[in-house]
């Protein structure tokens, strides 16, 4: 693939991976290197310098909040939806699943 085409997909999929956490974080709080592997079963491969920014800018935006928990001696940081992030998740779900229907094949 080129290196033009990769950076086009990868700026589509990153709004879709932005989805995919606030659906996680509604069935329950999740940490990030959790979410790394979730997303690699699904093929994508994100760093952490990739998915701690969005994280920390869906934070900011009030879509998902953070607790921290020690596990195992260690402080590990959780991020659960909001109810902001609920009700974007559910506008989402809905835009998506209209434009899904036009374009699938």
Do not use: C
Not at 4 to 26: E, N, P, S, T, V
Not at 35 to 46: K, S, V
Not at 64 to 72: A, G, I
Request: charged share 30%.
């Amino acid at each position: 693939m080129s290196i033009i085409k990769d950076k086009i997909l990868r700026k589509f999929f990153l709004g879709f991976i932005q989805i995919h956490m606030l659906h996680h974080a509604k069935q329950k709080p999740f940490y990030g290197s959790w979410m790394i592997e979730e997303l690699g079963e699904h093929g994508y491969n994100i760093s952490p310098g990739t998915l701690y920014p969005m994280l920390h800018s869906m934070e900011s935006k009030g879509l998902l909040e953070q607790e921290e928990r020690t596990v195992e001696g260690r402080v590990r940081k959780y991020y659960k939806i909001t109810e902001l992030g609920d009700e974007v998740l559910e506008e989402a779900r809905k835009k998506a699943y209209e434009l899904f229907k036009e374009i699938k094949e």
